[in-house]
């Protein structure tokens, strides 16, 4: 059955950045068949019988966006330390809150952040955490499209006891979402302070046995570049570099402390780079060199990180965080424009998972991730650049209704994959349970 | 006639700071006459009739918040200009725009911003611009609490020809708000590379013949501040300070570069900063050294400046904002905590107005501004800090109600005051006669 969109501003996000005015998208099943002038759209489908109409007048029609690096469980610990120095913050309180978890804790945390992202705009993501398998059946659950991130570390953590564990849980969870339409997984080696070069080698090698993506943190801290220095007499880019580890399927995330010979590497072996600016902030971790990583060929995403640093989910907020912070710590107002900010959100952040063909645009033949926001208020009002707006004014309240592969999950703000206070009520008690 | 808050979690900000959970307001005409646990403050109202009754369950009810520097008719050009040399945004686009407002434009650009204010959560705001008989008549509509700033420039701007006839409108204005409210004025030489020394020192001396705030724009970037240095050998902060300008009715905005001889003059002198840190970042301006402004004994406030430089006016984004430029720029994620930011936005806003004994807390006397957020939503589950929530997770439209000096003029997102979609119609209609 097809569903039609019409009467909306369509932000296309193709190859153009086309924006259609009064415009109508048309999709059927998981797969968008038209798009254009209302009435050109209206006029394929006449007498055909329609599943729902969804009027769009005063809105914006985009592409879901793509949160390319979060930890999506630790939903869970939003706001339970802040304001600390790194140490304080990491080991006496998040690691320590986070050894405590169980598999439910993984269920439901990452069912409270999905439907966090739903009502925010953002119909795919990229998690990077343990018990993958619970995360996926939340993805499930909730309707979302993701990639699933395997961590690997060389020490204990609440879920695996050692690096071969989570390998195999990689196989498994790599083998039965093999043919899934929503969900893939990739595998994650945490970093080089915690994961051993070897063991990114065996990552490397095992993602590839499953065509998978290959996640890491990457020169996020000035100390973890010290550290591979100091241990490898190398910079992390040059050690992942050596092994021919980079390429297309890697995606870094943050690389805020690269030098120009890191960059050249990264260019060089088109990887993609998912920026985290709150977080990065947040933490007081560094700047990540938006332009020359842009310049050497580099494609860049953009991701929340966890909400233990940052501590939303919604990649509105986020977009006007990564175009900011360029022209403030580069001094130059021109870096990070809104259309840039605005791929990196959406098309960049499919490329990065290698899903530009599905999803990133809003085109015939890709799948229907889309979202509609209310522009008919006063914090929109007036428009002059709908991209400046998305980047600079809007937040995920905006977003009324958000279409996953062609299945609506919320319409008018009512998400309909799950009931939505009934999580909110679980939260509170695992989260009582444990205090 | 009296109104009961009851059953939230009430954030005083009083001088303990203290959260007072299943809590209740109670105030009578504008002033507020009691708070504490729901069950005693019901307790001393027994038997008499009240206007209305608000639950509170699962919402925090906090003062309404201050924004200390904007130029609420520029909301008008949201979005118009953005991504440019600072140059080519100013003249060529911003300055070229404003050429053509008219009075009519002044009030309807104001009545928006207005709008957006109360739908995010600011009761109170200080304005910098011209025409402000014009702002003081949207601010009347809205029912806001305002401190209306007479721009002052020996320039010709589209309001006036030159600074006297600025002068002429502040005495007209100061006089007829004297006695108001809702309203204060206060007068508001534009910067020193537009505003000559002596136009300072008359206007430091006509606000205080009416006891009125002085604001000015300062070191907001480091052109001006060569500028300055150039002409009159000094740093603007040791301009004014040499001629005995600076005192606890001073507001400065911006404060980005400033050394160490200037910190101690504005400690010294009392003064109030204006931090505008989405501004300061969307125009490469600079950073406002908090932390030490504060040591210094400068009361620090918090502001959105106008909408062309930011471009929204939600005070949420705002503190965010605040709080990780400061970790990000000076490499300390301790600096600027959540609570420190709230404090900016609210209690330290109204100290900065000399309104701290009426406003910027909720406590027995002060007046009922007041502001209740929906906190049973996914992006803030679960709570371990409402002042980290607030900063870092809640956005303008978790504000489901905004009461102004004891009047509701939002309640449940529903804007009371005014006919919220009849002012965008005008909006419209005022761009299209102009475009």
């Not at 055909?48 to 009027?55: D, Q, V, W």
Request: some cysteine; charged content about 25%; overall charge positive.
């Amino acid at each position: 059955m097809m569903i039609l969109i019409k009467n909306g501003t369509i932000l296309t996000q193709d190859k153009n950045r086309r924006v259609i005015k009064d415009g109508a998208v048309l999709f059927e099943g998981e797969t968008i068949k038209a798009i254009g002038q209302t009435k050109k759209v209206e006029s394929l489908i006449k007498g055909k019988k329609l599943e729902k109409i969804i009027e769009a007048k005063g809105k914006v029609v985009m592409p879901g966006l793509v949160n390319a690096h979060t930890h999506l469980a630790m939903t869970l610990l939003r706001g339970l330390a802040d304001d600390l120095p790194l140490e304080e913050w990491w080991f006496k309180k998040i690691f320590s809150a986070e050894s405590k978890f169980t598999r439910r804790h993984v269920f439901l945390g990452s069912l409270l952040g999905g439907l966090e992202m739903i009502k925010s705009g953002t119909t795919c993501f990229v998690d990077f955490y343990y018990f993958e398998d619970e995360v996926a059946s939340a993805v499930k659950e909730l309707g979302l499209r993701a990639n699933l991130g395997v961590g690997i570390l060389d020490l204990e953590t609440f879920a695996f006891k050692n690096s071969p564990e989570s390998f195999v849980q990689f196989f498994e969870l790599a083998e039965r979402f093999r043919n899934d339409n929503l969900i893939r997984i990739s595998l994650a080696p945490h970093m080089f302070q915690t994961t051993s070069r070897e063991t990114y080698k065996k990552a490397k090698k095992a993602a590839g046995r499953f065509n998978c993506i290959m996640q890491t943190h990457l020169a996020e801290t000035k100390a973890e570049v010290d550290f591979c220095r100091k241990k490898y007499g190398k910079t992390p880019a040059q050690i992942l570099d050596k092994e021919k580890i980079l390429d297309g399927k890697t995606l870094l995330a943050h690389g805020c402390h690269l030098d120009e010979k890191d960059i050249k590497i990264l260019g060089k072996n088109k990887v993609s780079v998912a920026h985290c600016p709150v977080s990065n902030m947040k933490l007081a971790s560094g700047v990540m060199p938006l332009a020359r990583l842009e310049k050497a060929g580099v494609c860049l995403a953009l991701g929340t990180d966890g909400s233990c640093s940052n501590n939303s989910l919604d990649m509105f907020g986020e977009m006007k965080f990564a175009a900011l912070l360029q022209k403030s710590f580069f001094g130059d107002p021109a870096l990070a424009d809104s259309q840039r900010v605005l791929d990196m959100a959406t098309i960049n952040g499919a490329r990065a998972l290698g899903l530009e063909k599905e999803i990133g645009s809003i085109e015939p033949g890709k799948k229907a991730d889309i979202i509609i926001l209310d522009f008919d208020q006063p914090h929109l009002t007036p428009v002059s650049n709908i991209a400046s707006h998305l980047v600079y004014c809007a937040n995920g309240a905006d977003v009324l209704t958000s279409i996953v592969n062609g299945r609506v999950v919320m319409e008018n703000r009512k998400v309909k994959v799950i009931d939505e206070k009934k999580v909110l009520v679980q939260i509170k008690e695992i989260l009582k349970l444990n205090s």
